[in-house]
């Protein structure tokens, strides 16, 4: 199957700092990719919706100032946490798409971040 | 509505079946997912059917799709006690681009 890459698998940042984590497709070219974050013991919840080339479509009630997503090349999309609180540690998973409306999403798997 | 329903928890003996079961409302789905997620990782696909199959069998899995009553199920035979894991539903709606998740089942594995 396609491979997805998320890098880092895990960080640890000071508070007011922020973190950038990438998601790749290996092997395809993602037209759309998605950002989730799980908190423990929970789903994965939809943050925001990214196509090449475009503005990335946010989710109610996440800040998009603050969950900054670039999806500039078919095969790369970051995001970045900025200025990270210790409420924003979570564990956050990328999925990508590849072109066609019934293709199936390939996750990459997951970056954990800590904030202290 | 957009939710996808799951049981919390299950908890089997190693070698015999587990069922996981899930629900959803969006009848215009095209594909459904079942997501296995094993402690500190990220998500593994175990395996995916269309919205216009009944049922899908892979080696010890066998999904069944009643989309009458949007139903979907997970079959794993034989459990080892290595299918102890959280195991996600997802639906696919073409439409919105979208993946929307059930909160997850835990399966338990007893040796």
């Known amino acids: 199957g396609a491979v997805v890459s998320q890098h880092p698998s895990w960080v640890i940042c000071k508070s007011g700092t922020s973190v950038k984590i990438e998601c790749r497709s290996l092997d395809f070219q993602a037209t759309t990719m998605f950002w989730y974050r799980q908190f423990p013991k929970q789903s994965l919840m939809l943050m925001a919706t990214s196509n090449e080339g475009s503005k990335a479509t946010y989710e109610q009630g996440v800040e998009k100032d603050k969950f900054l997503i670039n999806h500039a090349s078919l095969t790369l999309s970051t995001l970045t946490v900025t200025s990270a609180h210790p409420e924003d540690s979570s564990f956050y998973i990328c999925?990508?798409?590849?072109?066609?409306?019934?293709?199936?999403?390939?996750f990459g798997q997951g970056t954990r971040l800590t904030v202290v | 509505g957009e939710d996808v329903e799951q049981s919390l928890f299950l908890s089997v003996r190693e070698g015999d079946s587990s069922v996981i079961n899930c629900t959803y409302t969006?009848?215009?789905?095209?594909?459904l997912y079942w997501y296995k997620q094993e402690p500190g990782a990220g998500l593994q696909l175990l395996t995916y059917?269309?919205?216009?199959?009944d049922m899908k069998q892979d080696q010890r899995l066998t999904v069944l799709l009643n989309k009458k009553d949007k139903h979907l199920s997970l079959r794993l035979a034989d459990t080892p006690t290595g299918d102890s894991a959280i195991y996600f539903c997802a639906e696919f709606r073409g439409g919105y681009q979208k993946v929307t998740f059930g909160i997850g089942t835990k399966l338990q594995v007893i040796p």
């Open positions: 999925s990508a798409q590849g072109q066609g409306v019934y293709t199936e999403a390939f």
């Open positions: 059917i269309f919205s216009n199959m």
């Open positions: 969006d009848s215009s789905s095209t594909y």
